[in-house]
């Protein structure tokens, strides 16, 4: 397959680049096993992140060199190795010596920076430096430090590990690691994070039969006086203090008790 590099990664900073998560929808056999959620580095190997996710989705269309669908839907894990890796990603053979980059042919080794020090990673297959196509393995042991600088990590399986053992379990030819049972991703793409709509404020309802008052404001409303005495600055009180005089006129005040209390 000829080499096709794009050019060497942008310098991209973590700022303002968000990881997408693809998944798989994974069968053995003829039983649907689950699904594995994976968060790709697109903030560390953007190009590598890119390719794997494109693929998931199949929005390149047809591959230049093989000119079959760059899509992971419908082709198989065709290698399993315990304790070691499950790989998959070739979609023209299904045998591991297929399959191409959304870029044409091959891809550059875009960085070395992540390592393979835990399971559930995701990384690049190749056959040799430089010839990253659409093959990937997912690891299951944290003691791979030797495929440092030779393999490019550009994700990690976030939710679904329990399915990767699954895979991994499945009975395989002693001859090529291949299962017996074919594992197959019946389906796969990009999940979108959805976005939450704001609430709507409701106006508040009125009770049935009472209309809502205004608000008081003061400034709108002026007193006015009515009368003569009003706007002298007298209360209108005259037969309040006719009444006062008249209590003590007539003895019926005493101060500091209130009215006389007669007995019958």
């Known amino acids: 397959m000829p080499k096709n590099t794009p050019t060497s990664s942008s310098s991209l900073t973590t700022k303002h680049v968000k990881n997408p998560r ?3 929808d994974i069968a053995i056999g003829d039983e649907n096993v689950g699904r594995i959620v994976m968060k790709l580095y697109k903030h560390i190997v953007p190009k590598t992140a890119e390719n794997f996710r494109c693929l998931c989705t199949g929005e390149k269309g047809i591959g230049k060199e093989t000119k079959k669908p760059l899509h992971f839907k419908g ?7 315990p304790g070691f890796i499950i790989q998959g ?3 023209s053979e299904f045998n591991g010596t297929g399959g191409e980059s959304i870029y044409g042919g091959y891809m550059e080794d875009e960085n070395f920076i992540l390592k393979h020090s835990r399971p559930g990673l995701l990384s690049a297959a190749n056959a040799g430096k430089d010839t990253v196509g659409s093959q ?6 944290s003691d791979l430090d030797y495929l ?12 679904g590990m329990d399915v990767v053992k699954k895979i991994e379990n499945v009975k395989i030819s002693e001859d090529n690691n ?5 594992v197959v991703i019946k389906n796969c793409g990009e999940l979108k994070l959805k976005k939450r709509e704001p609430k709507k404020k409701e106006a508040p309802k009125e009770q049935s039969g009472v209309k809502s008052s205004p608000k008081y404001q ?6 006015e006086p009515s009368d003569t005495y009003e ?10 203090s006719y009444r006062s005089s008249r209590n003590y006129r007539e003895d019926r005040y005493v101060k500091g008790r209130g009215s006389r209390k007669y007995n019958d």
């Open 218 to 223: 003061p400034r709108e409303f002026r007193y």
């Open 22 to 24: 693809v998944f798989f």
């Open 75 to 81: 082709t198989i894990f065709h290698r399993v190795v």
């Open 136 to 141: 990937f393995f997912i690891t299951l042991s």
């Open 148 to 159: 440092d600088g030779k393999h490019v990590v550009f994700g990690r399986v976030i939710d």
């Open 231 to 240: 706007r002298r600055g007298f209360s209108d009180n005259r037969y309040s």
């Open 89 to 91: 990603g070739d979609f």
């Open 178 to 182: 291949r299962p017996l049972q074919e």
